[in-house]
Antibody, heavy 120, light 113 residues
Framework: QVQLVQSGAEVKKPGASVKVSCKAS????????VHWVRQAPGQRLEWMGW????????KYSQKFQGRFTMTRDTSASSASMELSSLRSEDTAVYYC?????????????WGQGTLVTVSS | DIVMTQSPDSLAVSLGERATINCKSS????????????LAWYQQKPGQSPKLLIH???TRESGVPDRFSASGSGTDFTLTISSLQAEDVAVYYC?????????FGGGTKVETK
């Protein structure tokens, strides 16, 4: 079955960076894209970007462009995201999610989420 | 960016009764090459990740109970739970995947009365 297993919770100080990983199984990683979505406390789901599982094709939300980087390792069926220059407003649960196909399209499966807390 | 607006913010329904959630997009999400609206509905139970219920505005995912139905066109969409069960208590989100950035509605919290 499709599974996306994310790395564990992180606590970071303002100005630091955080990296979250996402290990996929149960499907052919290169046939799908990986989306990153976050959910701050009490806020709506917020799409951050997408990376193709088999190429370096990416799409970034303009809101995060410049301090958000997505990478993927097709041979390891994994993806990662790094968010830099953290501020308190970045405290959120970060999800990786599978795209239904190779485009930046429908999200059909979600990881369990990774809580990132930014606090001095 | 396409703005997704959901109503109501919360809804209390008796078990066995109907729940209806509305979603409006700020522009059409109709994708003409496939003749489909790029509109999805997700269910997020407390402490869990979202789960895809509906895509293409009205197509139920495999395994989703048929008490969940959805409809709509243009910019107005609806998710209906025909007979609310205790396990349906959750927050429901609509989302457009017509273009980037993908955007979500603010969510509708469904509770039992």
């Amino acid at each position: 079955q499709v599974q996306l297993v994310q790395s564990g919770a992180e606590v970071k100080k303002p100005g630091a960076s955080v990296k979250v990983s996402c290990k996929a199984s149960g499907f052919t990683f290169s046939d799908h894209g990986v989306h990153w979505v976050r959910q701050a406390p009490g806020q709506r789901l917020e799409w951050m970007g997408w990376i193709n599982g088999g190429s370096d094709n990416t799409k970034y939300s303009q809101k995060f462009q410049g301090r958000f980087t997505m990478t993927r390792d097709t041979s390891a069926s994994s993806a990662s995201m790094e968010l830099s220059s953290l501020r308190s407003e970045d405290t959120a649960v970060y999800y990786c999610a599978r795209g239904q196909d190779s485009g930046a399209s429908l999200i059909d499966y979600w990881g369990q989420g990774t809580l990132v807390t930014v606090s001095s | 960016d396409i703005v997704m607006t959901q109503s109501p913010d919360s809804l209390a329904v008796s078990l066995g009764e109907r729940a209806t959630i509305n979603c409006k997009s700020s522009q059409s999400v109709f994708y003409s090459p496939s003749d489909v609206h790029h509109l999805a509905w997700y269910q997020q139970k407390p402490g869990q990740s979202p789960k895809l219920l509906i895509h293409g505005a009205s197509t139920r995912e495999s395994g989703v109970p048929d008490r969940f139905s959805a409809s709509g066109s243009g910019t107005d969409f609806t998710l209906t739970i025909s007979s609310l069960q205790a396990e349906d208590v959750a927050v429901y989100y609509c989302q457009q995947y017509y273009n980037s950035p993908l955007t979500f509605g603010g969510g509708t919290k469904v509770e039992t009365k």
